[in-house]
C-alpha cells in the first residue's frame, strides 16, 4: 500500500454509483468501517481514510494536527472524488471534523463538492468543547477514559505492549482534536447530517444540532440508540440513513 491514505472496503467497485468516503475515530484505522460497507453493499463503494501511524501505516510518523491530516491527505482524495463524479463523506467522532475539514478545502482549493457530509458522534466545531482535555491525561486516566466510552476491549489494554501502542496513538489524535479550531465562521456548502448515540454524554442531540451553523446546505440531526459507539449496534438503520440522504441529494 506504500502510503497510500484510502482502503477500499467494498469487495469492488462493481455496479456503485456512489462512493463513500469514511473517516475513523481518534485511535481508530479504516478498517473499522467494514461492518458499516457490509450492510451498504454494492450500491456504494466504500473507501475508508487510513490513518498514518497504525495498522498498514505503522511504520510512518503519526500526524499530530487536522490541518496536517488534510493536507497529507487530499491530492489522493482529490483524485478520488473527481474520478468518482457522486460521492459522499462519513466521519465518526474525530473523523467528524476531519471529514469537515477535507470537505471544506475541497470545496475551496478543487471546486468539488460531496452530495453529503456525515458527521457521527462529534458536537459541532461551533460548540462549547468538553473542559476535559484528554490528551493531558496520564496513562492509567486514559485507559480508564477509553474503558468508559468502550470501542476498546479492556483484554487488549491489558496487554503492556498493545496498551504503549494505543496510548500513543489515541493521545496523538486527541491532541490534534483538542487543538483543532477552525473558527465559529467556518462553512461548507454541503449538506450536513449529523448523527450521534443518545446516551453520547460528549456529543447530545444539542451539541450535534449546532453542526447547522456550519453549512449554508440543508441540515438533519437525529439520535440513535447508544453510547458514544452507537454505530456498532446501529449499522442496518445508519446504512438505510446514508441510502436515503445520498438520494434525496442526487434527487436535488
Known amino acids: 500500500m506504500g502510503n497510500s491514505w484510502l482502503r477500499r472496503l467494498s469487495p469492488s467497485p462493481g ?14 484505522s479504516a478498517i473499522s468501517f467494514g461492518p458499516l460497507a457490509k450492510c451498504l453493499g454494492s450500491e456504494f463503494e466504500v473507501l475508508a481514510v487510513q490513518y498514518p501511524g497504525r495498522q498498514d501505516r505503522r511504520q510512518e ?3 499530530g494536527s487536522i490541518s496536517g491530516l488534510v493536507d497529507g491527505l487530499l491530492p489522493e482524495l482529490r483524485a478520488a472524488a473527481e474520478q468518482a463524479g457522486n460521492f ?3 466521519g465518526h467522532s474525530m473523523g467528524s471534523v476531519v471529514a469537515f475539514e477535507a470537505c471544506r478545502r475541497l470545496e475551496r482549493e478543487v471546486g468539488v463538492r460531496p452530495r453529503v457530509l456525515f ?3 462529534r ?7 468538553p473542559a476535559l482535555r484528554v490528551h493531558l491525561l496520564s496513562d492509567r486516566e486514559l485507559v480508564q477514559h477509553l474503558l468508559q466510552f468502550g470501542g476498546t476491549p479492556a483484554a487488549l489494554l491489558e496487554d503492556p505492549e498493545f496498551r504503549e501502542l494505543i496510548l500513543s496513538v489515541v493521545r496523538n489524535d486527541y491532541r490534534a482534536i483538542e487543538t483543532y479550531d477552525c473558527g465559529t465562521d467556518a462553512m461548507v456548502s454541503t449538506p450536513i ?5 443518545d446516551r453520547d454524554p460528549d456529543a447530545s442531540l444539542a451539541h450535534i444540532a449546532e453542526w447547522d451553523s456550519h453549512t449554508t446546505g440543508t441540515f ?9 459507539f452507537f454505530i456498532d449496534a446501529n449499522r442496518d438503520p445508519i446504512a438505510q440513513l446514508i441510502r436515503e440522504h445520498c438520494a434525496r441529494a442526487l434527487s436535488r
Open 15 to 28: 455496479n456503485s454509483s456512489h462512493k463513500l468516503f469514511c473517516f475513523p475515530h481518534a485511535g481508530g
Open 61 to 63: 510518523p503519526l500526524v
Open 88 to 90: 459522499s463523506i462519513f
Open 119 to 121: 458527521a457521527s458522534g
Open 123 to 129: 458536537r459541532a466545531p461551533a460548540a462549547a468543547q
Open 193 to 197: 447530517v449529523a448523527i450521534a448515540g
Open 220 to 228: 438533519v440531526a437525529k439520535t440513535f440508540p447508544g453510547g458514544h
